[in-house]
């Protein structure tokens, strides 16, 4: 196995490539040259690995007809401009007749065709992507759309095949292995990471374990939180090394902290329980320490109860709650059980050139059962790199699955679950804007304008957008008026929703008093707007007459459904009221 190259590594390599001039090399020259432009545009869409979540990660490059980058972009998050809208403002005229490569097919969601008419509109004559957008619903799409433009497209591996192609694709699939992974085996894209000295210790036989790898290694997992939806530890952990578990030096977006304990027998004081930057979710085995659990709820933690706490149903409830991605830092024990549970999916081992010794110095992975070395897992894709002194040793413990994530339909929904039958009003639930009804979520990315307390007019970038900026509305204080003008400028709902959970939490003091009386009437108002200014989206409404509107969140329970149906579904219900008015039928009891 070889050090893993670099993308400039294996650019300058086919660009060299390219110079041959025979005549049976220059087919093989235009492949390189797709090559090194489908890896740049997954290069691209990586920067936006962590922000865009749940949604995947878009790049875009335009090349002229020579094979010269004209222009780049990539797509920030949900609900900002395009990657293909950028890279075609950047290319300009240089579009015209050009080439656009994508890294993956444009999700057209919901009457957005913004990426489609950037392209067309930009004159490009080729497009060259390099995977099918993984969502059934969503797969193929833009590419239908493309071709009815008359644009010629080119699918890796479909129309496009050899040695550098399939390299040029696998780049794609890596940079969004969390969606395609998550979307494939329901559960999210999870990554075990552990440092160990050279003779396989995480600790030494006291348990002190501080620090076993160097401040650059330190760095990089900062780097890899910054990425991940979520960081997942043990109670060992928590206890032994009282970790904060936050991303400070990895960028802007900071990941939940989960802490999974059967016993609840966790330490009153500690790092994780202050939620000032992040919140802590606790999951635990159903009836453990209620009086523990009373006092984490005193203190804002979330507790989740499993009637069985073992990793593939905590991943699985996760993954209900939309996380692409999760990294684990927990100790052997539970790195054990994850492994066992099939949930991981890679492995990043920076393994320090120190010796600690010790016979009963814990290791990365406990007990699996296995007693000959046959048995042992074998790691895919292995990459070497050195960090500072240390060596980064990552791999796949399962292939990145190659295949179209089966979403069934309604109908087929009644032969899964016999105990639901077509005769029965039919439920629609929606949860993440990439649903089939996806729309119907406050996060969709559909603007709309709403007066401000001067009866003037004003944008905001979603229904969400407007939402958690309502909170701080009217409050005399200058970091309340601050808050609303960094939400009302955040780059996407998600982000919105961030600032606006976090200073709630943080200064609950700004919040409007009389925010739990109005905040109903908040959403209705914002989603009447949306409604009403999109007639596809009004149409998608109107389309679902009789059937009951579900908002499927797991851990919202009161716009949400719930886990178990407990969940209030103020959001299903306003929708729904808002459909009955549409449909000019008098406002049913909700």
């Not at 050090?3 to 110079?19: D, F, L, V, Y």
């Not at 990471?193 to 650059?216: E, F, L, N, P, V």
């Not at 304008?449 to 004003?458: I, L, N, R, T, W």
Request: glycine share 8%; with cysteine.
């Amino acid at each position: 196995m070889a050090i893993c190259p670099t993308p400039a590594a294996a650019a300058t390599a086919t660009t060299a490539h390219s110079n041959n001039n025979n005549k049976n090399n220059n087919f093989l020259c235009s492949h390189a040259l797709d090559a090194v432009h489908i890896r740049r545009a997954a290069e691209l869409a990586d920067k936006s690995a962590g922000f865009t979540s749940p949604h995947p990660n878009f790049g875009c490059v335009i090349a002229t007809q020579s094979g010269k980058v004209a222009g780049e972009g990539f797509l920030y998050a949900q609900g900002t401009r395009p990657a293909e809208v950028l890279a075609a403002e950047a290319a300009g005229n240089f579009s015209r007749r050009g080439t656009a490569y994508l890294n993956m097919e444009p999700g057209d969601c919901h009457g957005d065709h913004a990426a489609v008419s950037a392209l067309v509109q930009a004159g490009i004559e080729r497009v060259v992507i390099g995977l099918r957008h993984p969502l059934q619903h969503l797969r193929g799409n833009s590419i239908r759309a493309l071709r009815s433009e008359g644009l010629q497209v080119h699918v890796l591996g479909e129309d496009l095949s050899g040695k550098l192609i399939e390299e040029a694709r696998k780049s794609c699939l890596l940079v969004n292995a969390p969606l395609i992974c998550r979307a494939a085996s329901r559960v999210p894209f999870s990554v075990l990471k552990y440092a160990m000295t050279i003779d396989g210790k995480i600790a030494a036989s006291s348990g002190h374990a501080s620090w076993i790898s160097s401040r650059t290694s330190r760095n990089r997992v900062f780097e890899l939180r910054g990425r991940s939806d979520a960081v997942i530890v043990g109670g060992n952990t928590v206890r032994r090394d009282n970790p904060r578990l936050t991303a400070r030096h990895g960028g802007g977006h900071m990941p939940m902290r989960i802490v999974m304990s059967q016993t609840l027998d966790l330490p009153e004081e500690a790092n994780l329980w202050d939620f000032s930057d992040v919140s802590t979710i606790v999951v635990t085995q159903r009836g453990a320490r209620k009086r523990f659990q009373k006092f984490l709820a005193s203190k804002g933690i979330e507790v989740v109860e499993f009637d069985i706490l073992n990793p593939r149903e905590v991943m699985e409830y996760f993954h209900d709650r939309g996380y692409l991605s999760v990294l684990w830092e927990c100790g052997g024990t539970l790195a054990a059980a994850a492994i066992s549970s099939g949930v991981i999916h890679k492995v990043f081992a920076f393994v320090a050139p120190k010796i600690i010794g010790g016979k009963n110095a814990p290791t990365p992975v406990g007990e699996l059962g296995m007693v000959e070395m046959s048995q042992a897992l074998d790691l895919i894709d292995v990459c070497y790199e050195q960090v500072g002194p240390d060596m980064l040793i990552s791999g796949f413990l399962q292939p990145i699955p190659d295949a179209t994530p089966v979403i069934p339909s309604v109908d087929e929904t009644y032969e899964i679950d016999p105990t639901v039958t077509p005769y029965e009003s039919r439920i629609i639930f929606f949860y993440k804007t990439w649903d089939p009804y996806g729309a119907f979520s406050n996060f969709s990315s559909h603007a709309i304008k709403m007066p401000d307390a001067s009866g003037d007019y004003a944008t905001w970038l979603s229904v969400e957008h407007y939402y958690q900026a309502q909170k701080f509305v009217g409050v005399d204080d200058p970091v309340a008026r601050d808050c609303v003008g960094n939400i009302k400028s955040a780059k996407s709902p998600e982000e919105a929703a961030r600032i606006g959970r976090s200073m709630q939490r943080q200064q609950p003091d700004l919040v409007r008093s009389d925010w739990e009386s109005v905040k109903i009437e908040v959403m209705y108002r914002a989603l009447k707007c949306k409604f009403s200014i999109y007639p596809h989206l009004n149409s998608m409404l109107l389309s679902t007459a009789g059937s009951v509107l579900v908002e499927a969140s797991p851990h919202d329970l009161f716009w949400g459904g719930g886990r178990d149906g407990e969940g209030l579904n103020y959001l299903g219900r306003l929708l729904m009221q808002l459909r009955s008015e549409f449909l000019g039928e008098s406002p049913t009891s909700s």
